[in-house]
């Protein structure tokens, strides 16, 4: 997951690291010149006669052997030898590698604009000391400008619903976005996950133009134990969705997850029609869905979901298959809206809670944490 854009990270960690240390190293040397010349000035030249008498007290260098050298240049790497300053031509070239393949990796562009913006802040002009780690000034630079992409005004749906619930209310969502995004089974996973937690949910299927729509959410609804409200298909789906609200209420129901019919944004008419089902529906959050693979198309798809019916926050599909992570990096920034969940896998309970502190621990921890925390959850699913 997000392995190219750990990987580019990392890289860039890898390389502002070595600058450091070679600006260390630079005025290491300086300083040491400087010290030969000042001996040189300050010392008076000695008699022939004091020269000799001296000369055999001199100690011979010590020979340093091939395992010292090792150990010297161990401690080089660890160490920083003198305070240096970071000025922009040091890490201009490294910064302009990183845009670059920050695009590669589906990053949106005012998203890399953003990002190197803030590693220009943060690392320019900083005083780096020799007791400081480089490596760990770099990588916190770039977990805050990461962080700053991502952190959005964040919504608590338990919190949410608690608040309906004490006003006798369900909390109504509505799920929006294009075909074959797994709109449909992302909100029965969003049912199982609400129903664990204690809530009762009904299924609105709204959906009603896609040919199996309504068979396909039945279907989900039985294996999960969630009732569905339906009408016949073709009917409007603004209705069946007021239907299912009006059945919560009366059977004090805590959650409506309404499906609605998946379209694409450049048809004019069925936006029309979402923008009909979210005024009618009169939602407590319209949640949209998008497909982590689909890279940049995805971000723009938000943007203009959004502009339409006011999206409040997303869901990213097939995030375990993303390789790439700019979907999931770029798409709150780009609409303003946090992420909500991510789907990881195939089965009902592959729906995460998305975490921004998860995803940069995920882009910059170690490949044997990973395997460890998956190794830990397979243990837990088994059980």
């Avoid at 619903?161 to 797994?182: D, H, Q, R």
């Avoid at 009909?276 to 959050?285: E, I, M």
């Avoid at 990881?344 to 809670?353: A, C, I, N, S, T």
């Amino acid at each position: 997951m997000f392995g190219k854009l750990k990987e580019k990270l990392n890289k860039t960690v890898s390389k502002i690291t070595e600058k450091i240390y070679n600006k260390g190293e630079v005025k290491e040397q300086e300083e040491k010149e400087k010290e030969k010349e000042s001996e040189i000035i300050t010392t008076e030249k000695p008699h022939k006669e004091e020269t000799k008498e001296t000369k055999p007290q001199t100690e011979e260098p010590k020979k340093v052997g091939f395992f010292d050298k090792l150990k010297i240049t161990k401690v080089v790497k660890k160490t920083l030898g003198y305070d240096v300053v970071l000025t922009e031509d040091d890490i201009e070239e490294v910064l302009e590698e990183l845009e670059m393949e920050l695009l590669e990796a589906d990053v949106a562009y005012e998203v890399v604009e953003k990002l190197i913006e803030s590693l220009r802040n943060q690392l320019i002009g900083i005083k780096i000391s020799a007791k400081d780690d480089p490596e760990e000034i770099t990588i916190n630079a770039l977990r805050n400008a990461i962080k700053e992409v991502l952190s959005q005004k964040e919504i608590d749906i338990y919190k949410l619903i608690e608040e309906k619930k004490s006003n006798g209310e369900p909390t109504v969502i509505v799920v929006v976005g294009i075909n074959g995004t797994g709109k449909t089974t992302t909100i029965s996973k969003l049912a199982y996950k609400l129903m664990n937690n204690g809530y009762s949910v009904v299924l609105a299927a709204g959906d009603t133009f896609r040919a199996g729509a309504i068979e396909q959410l039945e279907e989900h609804a039985k294996n999960i134990g969630a009732k569905v409200i339906k009408h016949q298909k073709g009917s409007d789906g603004a209705a069946v969705i007021y239907d299912a609200i009006n059945h919560a209420k009366a059977r004090g129901i805590s959650v409506v997850l309404a499906d609605t019919a998946g379209r694409q944004t450049t048809n004019i008419n069925l936006m029309a029609e979402i923008k009909k089902v979210v005024r009618v529906s009169n939602p407590d959050l319209v949640v949209f869905v998008g497909d982590s693979l689909a890279g940049n198309d995805a971000i723009t798809q938000a943007e203009e979901f959004n502009n339409m019916v006011n999206i409040d926050g997303v869901i990213l599909t097939k995030t375990d298959a993303d390789a790439k992570g700019g979907a999931a990096l770029s798409i709150a920034h780009a609409i303003g809206k946090p992420i909500l969940f991510l789907g990881v896998g195939q089965r009902y309970e592959d729906l995460m809670e998305f975490n921004v502190n998860w995803m940069i621990n995920k882009l910059f921890g170690d490949e044997n944490d990973d395997k460890i925390i998956e190794e830990k959850e397979n243990i837990i699913r088994e059980f």
